[in-house]
């Protein structure tokens, strides 16, 4: 059971604060009949009709998709590029992507059609940590390291704490491997760090989000995220635990 003005809300439709006002105005009906009560509960075989719109129920799924480079986090594209949602073609809910990751970036995005879920993990307060695998040019220097991990000057403000490491450094190709784990999820954060400490990145891909990782899969895959994960990702995010 759950309550009419969350329900409202979930599938969309407006605020929960705006639902509330819906169902006080006699603008939702249940099974027919105009509710106006707030405390009011449901089932998810109720009939909700909103304005005289009956409104969809979905069951909520989440899924991890490993994002290829050359796609657009998003369901839709006015230029016609792919999209995430193209790698899912499966699944029959309404999914949008947990955040974004670049055209040009590859690696672990999460899609669901849980608004409340998404809203929850991508939530400044509430960031979840993410690692990202970087090949940048240049060698990076110990202190370019350590400029990353106390925080860069950006022109929307410093970052907040990182955590910075070399995975492998090739002098002859005058490129660097940096792995780095953020918390924050400003546009295109990573690329404008390492533009900021002068080495610029040539590919990026995220390899872990909180405690899910690529494991074996191969860009394009997706697979469903357990409902064990789904509880340990909302608690991480509840928590504040970065
Ligand atoms: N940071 C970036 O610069 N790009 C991404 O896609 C994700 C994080």
Known sequence: MERLQKVIAHAGIASRRKAEDMITSGKVKVNGKMITELGTRVTPSDVIE???IKIERENKVYFLLYKPTGVISAVSDDKNRKVVTDFLPYVDERIYPVGRLDYDTSG???L???GEFANLLTHPKYEVHKTYIARVKGLVSRESLRILEKGVKLED????PAKAKVVSADKAKNKTIVELT???GRNRQVRRMFDAIGHPVQKLKRER???LHLGGL???DSRELTPHEVKQLRALAESGTK
Do not use: P, Q, R, S
């Open 50 to 52: 909103v304005e005289g």
């Open 108 to 110: 672990l995005l999460l």
């Open 112 to 114: 669901t059609n849980d």
């Open 157 to 160: 403000g410093m970052t907040a």
């Open 182 to 184: 953020i918390h924050e």
């Open 209 to 211: 989000y909180a405690f």
């Open 218 to 220: 191969n860009t394009g």
